[in-house]
């Protein structure tokens, strides 16, 4: 049985105030929610600190959202693996589409940060999907197809979340059909050593589309970006039918 994984992605959103605040009216809303699903919130380097103190005990995970692939040195703006299990954190996100567009991340880096992920004891959440530019010239799969042979070099398939996430729905409101998500991410699947990797889906993932999206045999959790802002929406997000 493979492992469901809901994650928020709050990108550059929340002061630490702010966090207090989203504490405050989610923790609770986890009462009933079923044991079966692993849930996680991926959030600013500013903010794990806080989130690390006030969420020992609870069943909720801390993720960060890049790691250098040095232990340490003179990388200005970077982080590495041991500062963030230090305090914590279990997950990190590498590989988003933000991070390839506007810091020039590669396969190369992405490869090289995942392997460090590992390394130091993260679960690394490697993030692939196409632009809409790329689906319209029909060259999603061979896209993807690429992403994972170069970003998965030498990577252990045990200890892995890959996360597929179509540009054109990040952001935007404009979910992928939720069969279209089930099939590219059984194309994903087919890349794998592992059939046990978890593989979620990303991209204006909602209240409202969330259960039809965890319906589908293919799709094992959400990695959640605006929707996992606010404490209800993301509550509603976490206890999927
Ligand atoms: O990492 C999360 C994704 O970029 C999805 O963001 P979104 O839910 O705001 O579309």
Not at 120 to 140: F, M, N, W
Not at 206 to 215: L, V, Y
């Amino acid at each position: 049985m493979r492992k469901k994984v809901i994650a928020g992605n709050w990108k550059m959103y929340k002061t630490q105030a702010e966090t207090s605040e989203f504490l405050l009216n989610f923790l609770h809303t986890l009462e009933e929610t079923p044991e079966d699903r692993e849930i996680v919130l991926c959030v600013p380097f500013t903010d794990l600190g806080i989130l690390s103190k006030s969420l020992h005990g609870s069943r909720v995970q801390l993720g960060a959202q890049n790691v250098h692939w040095e232990e340490q040195g003179a990388y200005t703006g970077e982080i590495s693996g041991p500062m963030l299990t230090e305090i914590g954190v279990r997950y990190v996100v590498i590989g988003h589409s933000e991070r390839r567009q506007y810091f020039n991340e590669t396969d190369e880096t992405v490869n090289l940060r995942l392997k460090a992920a590992q390394r130091y004891g993260l679960t690394p959440i490697l993030c692939v999907g196409e632009s809409k530019q790329q689906r319209d010239a029909l060259e999603t799969e061979s896209l993807i197809i690429s992403q994972l042979a170069k970003g998965l070099v030498d990577v252990d398939q045990n200890n892995l979340i890959i996360a597929y996430e179509p540009i054109w729905a990040i952001g935007t409101g404009d979910t992928c059909e939720s069969i279209e998500a089930n099939r590219v991410i059984g194309l994903i699947r087919s890349q794998l050593s592992n059939p046990d990797v978890p593989i979620q889906y990303g991209g204006s993932v909602k209240p409202n589309n969330i259960d039809e999206i965890m319906a589908q045999p293919e799709i094992d959790g959400a990695l959640v970006g605006g929707a996992s802002l606010e404490p209800s929406s993301f509550a509603r997000i976490v206890n999927y039918q």
